[in-house]
């Protein structure tokens, strides 16, 4: 799955060290619940991750567990969320992918621009 969240109101909060601490997350999440993120990266307003995972699971459950964590390692780091107490917008936007165009995702996601 290409799986891409956004901050409350896209506002551009993340910067290159706080987006380290999201793909840190992520990852530690996709091992506790048995999934792997293939890719990762981010902008100041939003992230893009590529997604492995089993039937067993269901996206809800992977989106919900990946922006819950997500945000409050974000804030207990120190971090300041666009608004109050959320870091992400209710929303997000899956599609699934698979065979040839993985490679090509994949270097979609590598390319985006990074803050420093």
């Not at 039937?55 to 997500?70: C, D, E, T």
Request: net charge positive; charged share 25%; with cysteine.
């Amino acid at each position: 799955m290409h799986l891409v969240c956004v901050t409350k109101y896209r506002r551009p909060v993340f910067t290159g060290e706080s987006l380290d601490l999201i793909e840190k997350t992520f990852r530690e999440v996709a091992e506790k619940m048995n999934f792997q993120v293939l890719e990762f990266n981010g902008e100041g307003n939003h992230i893009h991750a590529l997604i492995e995972y089993p039937p067993k699971l269901s996206i809800s459950q992977i989106v919900n567990a990946l922006k819950g964590v997500s945000s409050r390692r974000y804030g207990q780091a120190g971090y300041k969320k666009p608004h109050k107490e959320a870091l992400w917008s209710p929303s997000y936007f899956a599609v699934s992918v698979g065979g040839a165009p993985l490679e090509v995702l994949k270097e979609y996601i590598r390319n985006q621009e990074k803050p420093s």
